[in-house]
T-cell receptor, first 114, second 113 residues
Framework: AQSVTQLDSHVSVSEGTPVLLRCNYS??????LFWYVQHPNKGLQLLLK??????LVKGINGFEAEFKKSETSFHLTKPSAHMSDAAEYFC????????????FGQGTTLQVKP | EPEVTQTPSHQVTQMGQEVILRCVPI?????FYWYRQILGQKVEFLVS????????KSEIFDDQFSVERPDGSNFTLKIRSTKLEDSAMYFC???????????FGDGTRLSIL
């Protein structure tokens, strides 16, 4: 069965330092993967998506993620954290089939300290 | 940029009552979804809806739940005879196709007392 595992429930970084949010997926084939961000009291906003075109995917707000099939990973990175990046981040897999069902990881809370 | 809108933002209901959560998807989208997130847990898929019928539902989505697109713009989730464990954040999403990124609303926080 497909699953997505986010390896850290909480990550704390200082403003201006790199961000790394880790995600591993479990699938018998190359999945479609996404990162969504949720700011307090807001909905889920798409950061970036991987759909087997390029393994390094660039998203909004300076975030990017690299799909590594050998490691079954899709980690999210950003070179320099900003205070506005503090939010909940979800690694998400699109379930195979024709209905578009999404499978969510547990979420990682990113704290950015001044 | 068009967005998915959900109302109300917060709903408080007595256990056993019926509740209807409302969503207005993006107008040219064809696929509609409901997800929920119980406090401290993962976001879970409830149901997908296409061409005026349910295309997939999770095991959570039992006879207590129903969805409807009554007028071509709204997409509603009805929960009959609510239980304490129905308390959660409910997210509506829509997408142009089944393998296209979904756009989410801000959610409705449902509190069952």
């Amino acid at each position: 069965a497909q699953s997505v595992t986010q390896l850290d429930s909480h990550v704390s970084v200082s403003e201006g330092t790199p961000v790394l949010l880790r995600c591993n997926y479990s699938s018998s084939y190359s999945p479609s993967l996404f990162w969504y961000v949720q700011h307090p009291n807001k909905g889920l906003q798409l950061l970036l998506k991987y759909t087997s075109a390029a393994t390094l995917v660039k998203g909004i707000n300076g975030f990017e993620a690299e799909f590594k099939k050998s490691e079954t990973s899709f980690h999210l990175t950003k070179p320099s954290a900003h205070m506005s990046d503090a939010a909940e981040y979800f690694c998400v897999s699109w379930y195979s089939g024709n209905t578009g069902k999404l499978i969510f990881g547990q979420g990682t809370t990113l704290q950015v300290k001044p | 940029e068009p967005e998915v809108t959900q109302t109300p933002s917060h709903q408080v209901t007595q256990m056993g009552q019926e509740v209807i959560l409302r969503c207005v998807p993006i107008s040219n989208h064809l696929y509609f979804y409901w997800y929920r997130q119980i406090l401290g847990q993962k976001v879970e898929f409830l149901v997908s809806f296409y061409n005026n019928e349910i295309s997939e539902k999770s095991e959570i989505f039992d006879d207590q739940f129903s969805v409807e697109r009554p007028d071509g713009s709204n997409f509603t989730l009805k929960i009959r005879s609510t239980k304490l464990e129905d308390s959660a954040m409910y997210f509506c999403a829509s997408g142009p196709g089944p393998n296209q990124p979904q756009h989410f609303g801000d959610g409705t926080r449902l509190s069952i007392l």
